[in-house]
């Protein structure tokens, strides 16, 4: 299958106690906290490979590039988008974007490599 820029995937989240940075051990605040910002544009980036890779394969992440830049409360929805800008063999690069009612809250870049799913699990050691 072919993966041609300007595919687009989205995650949304309506924020928990759990999400907190309080929560995440990612600082003292009850708001929304950078990790799970993280794990939400990642998922974003999932979502618009879904249906994409040869069969065998997946993506995994590579290199992240993200600002956090407005605070989130608990029972804020947010959405991430992606939208792949590059496709480098098996590099593929995303721009993402997450935002609160219309009010952008994060921006970067997701990049992830496409590896055959089988030979990147043998890699790991026992007890892994």
């Known amino acids: 299958m072919a993966i041609d820029p300007g595919l687009t995937g989205t995650a949304e989240l309506t924020v928990t106690t ?15 906290g950078t990790p799970r910002v ?4 990642e998922a974003a ?4 490979l879904d249906g994409r890779l040869e069969a065998g394969h ?7 590039h993200l600002k956090h830049t ?3 409360p608990v029972g804020a929805q947010v959405v991430a988008t992606a939208r792949l800008v590059r496709a480098e063999g098996r590099r593929l690069v995303f721009e993402v974007s997450v935002t609160q009612e ?3 809250v994060a ?13 990147f699990l043998s890699g790991l ?3 892994e």
């Open 45 to 48: 980036t999932v979502a618009a």
């Open 18 to 32: 759990a999400d907190t940075a309080e929560a995440l051990g990612s600082g003292d605040v009850p708001v929304l």
């Open 70 to 72: 407005a605070p989130t």
């Open 107 to 119: 921006v970067g870049t997701v990049e992830r490599v496409v590896v055959p799913r089988e030979r």
């Open 102 to 104: 219309g009010r952008q």
């Open 38 to 41: 993280l794990a939400l544009a």
């Open 125 to 127: 050691r026992p007890g």
């Open 58 to 64: 997946t993506s995994v992440g590579a290199e992240v």
